[in-house]
């Protein structure tokens, strides 16, 4: 059964038997050909291999692309205003217009988006619906309920609502609706901040990114092109914390290493350099913290892997208790360690945010960017590795510089303020991709061309969910 296939994944990543859950997610795919949420969680997957090149992983989300193309026929006709200065009625669809992490980094350019320039209605496939859920309903010119709405139906309402760009804030992450995207209901459509790769959708028009992120552009890794957001790909809210403390180490006399990151990130590569990091600093200890760790039989498991990893247990704690202020976690850590292949996300701004510097090692791929372009353009370019070597000596230099560490306890978080997390700043950066993006469109109109995809006009729509409601 492909459900009971699907779920031994889950379980095998959870242990972290990376290839075991790989393989698995691929026959539970394989067996269910028409189920998406199979397709996506497998791609998922392959996007957190380190068995698989940037290569590889995009190959397989371009088979699934041509798949999705070949079964659905585009509507090829948009009756879309073709002006350049009007104001343009944007589409954000997403599962997560509710209290997770995404909606850090979309309430700042949804509160700050010019409603004078810009219609914004909100697509969502939002399960449970909480106080997030109602602000970003606030904020929106329209909230459309889409989790009874069939792929085909979704894309008849967004043509009918006249959406000038739509853009798909999940990528592959649970829950998403990219589909939809393959019936092309809009003349521009765009992937953005929820996906660190292409979607494999040839009529996904364009991909917004930074400089930082995307090492690969013009290899031939996105069906999509990419457009370049001056000042970072994503501006950060923060949960309410206090200002940051002092460094740990001058009351403790050693560095503590710290990781808030899921257990199925802590890949076999990162474990063996964080063994190097902590064998170069006498006395460090590296704190594991995440919810999961109140599983005694993930503990058990973890501790036999960090041994084989060469990892000393005895300078290891593991910690699952929030503190009431989630945030006031950071204040045990002195440096926050990264993880790759998938770097971090949001704990990496978290950390950053409570002065945890935070070294990374900037891969070869962009879901190992993220905090790359996080320091880069919040000003600490310095603490970016170029190889594991590199990892390991900014890691130790910073937990030999006790008075570093305090210097950085308070710089951080302003440097922050003026940079990453300057709503105004990535909103026009943002708006300002959308009005390119748009009259690139109405150039290509004008000459009879086309963008990106809608090549592929064979077959017709697969088979519907159920009909849809607002």
């Known amino acids: 059964q492909p459900s009971a ?5 889950r379980a095998l990543r959870a242990a972290r038997s990376f290839d075991e859950s790989l393989e698995a997610q691929r026959l539970a795919a394989e067996l269910a050909p028409d189920n998406h949420s199979y397709q996506s969680a497998y791609l998922y997957a392959v996007s957190l291999s380190p068995l698989l090149s940037p290569k590889e992983v995009f190959q397989r989300h371009a088979e699934w692309g041509r798949r999705i193309e070949a079964q659905v026929r585009p509507m090829a006709v948009h009756h879309n205003e073709r002006s350049a200065d009007r104001k343009l ?5 997403s599962p997560d217009f509710r209290g997770h992490a995404v909606m850090r980094f979309v309430l700042p350019f949804l509160e700050a988006h010019d409603r004078d320039r810009f219609d914004i209605v909100l697509y969502s496939e939002t399960a ?3 106080r997030s859920t ?6 929106a010119d329209a909230f459309i309920r889409t989790r009874e709405m069939s792929d085909e139906a979704l894309a008849k309402q967004i043509q009918s609502d006249g959406i000038d760009i739509l853009v798909d804030l999940a990528g592959h992450t649970a829950e998403n609706r990219l589909p939809v995207f393959a019936f092309k209901p809009a003349p521009v459509q765009v ?3 929820g996906y660190p790769g292409t979607t494999g959708l040839t009529r996904v028009d364009y991909f917004l990114t930074d400089r930082i992120r995307e090492p690969h552009l013009g290899v031939g890794c996105y069906t999509e092109h990419p457009v370049m957001l001056p000042h970072g790909a994503c501006c950060y809210e923060a949960l309410e ?6 460094p740990p180490c001058l009351k403790n006399g050693y560095v503590t290493f710290g990781s808030s990151h899921r257990p199925e990130k802590i890949s076999p590569e990162t474990l063996s350099v964080w063994a190097l990091v902590l064998a170069s600093v006498p006395n460090s200890r590296l704190l594991l913290f995440r ?3 109140r599983s005694e039989s993930l503990k058990s498991q973890f501790r036999q892997t960090l041994q084989e990893s060469g990892i000393n247990i005895g300078r290891v704690d593991f910690g699952w208790e929030l503190p009431e202020r989630h945030l006031d976690i950071y204040s045990r850590m002195d440096i926050m360690l990264d993880v790759f292949p998938w770097g971090s996300g949001t704990t990496a701004y978290d950390a950053m945010w409570m002065g945890v510097p935070i070294p990374t090692l900037a891969g070869d791929r962009g879901s190992c960017r993220s905090t790359a372009s996080l320091l880069h353009f919040a000003g600490f370019p310095e603490l970016i590795a170029a190889g594991p070597g590199d990892y390991v000596r900014i890691a130790c230099g910073l937990a030999s510089d006790h008075q570093r560490l305090t210097q950085l306890r308070g710089t951080i978080r302003p440097a922050m303020k003026n940079s990453v997390c300057h709503r105004r700043q990535f909103t026009q950066d943002l708006e300002t991709a959308y009005r390119e993006i748009w ?3 109405l150039t290509q109109a004008t000459n009879g061309t086309r963008s990106s995809g809608n090549t592929r006009n064979s077959g017709h729509s697969r088979k519907k969910k159920k009909k849809g409601a607002r």
């Open 5 to 9: 296939v699907a779920g031994l994944a």
């Open 89 to 93: 009625r944007v589409g954000y669809v």
């Open 128 to 130: 449970q619906e909480d």
């Open 134 to 139: 109602q602000t970003a309903v606030a904020l």
């Open 191 to 193: 992937s953005f901040l």
């Open 241 to 246: 914390a206090a200002e940051p403390t002092a």
């Open 291 to 293: 919810d999961s760790f």
């Open 439 to 441: 009259s690139r469109y």
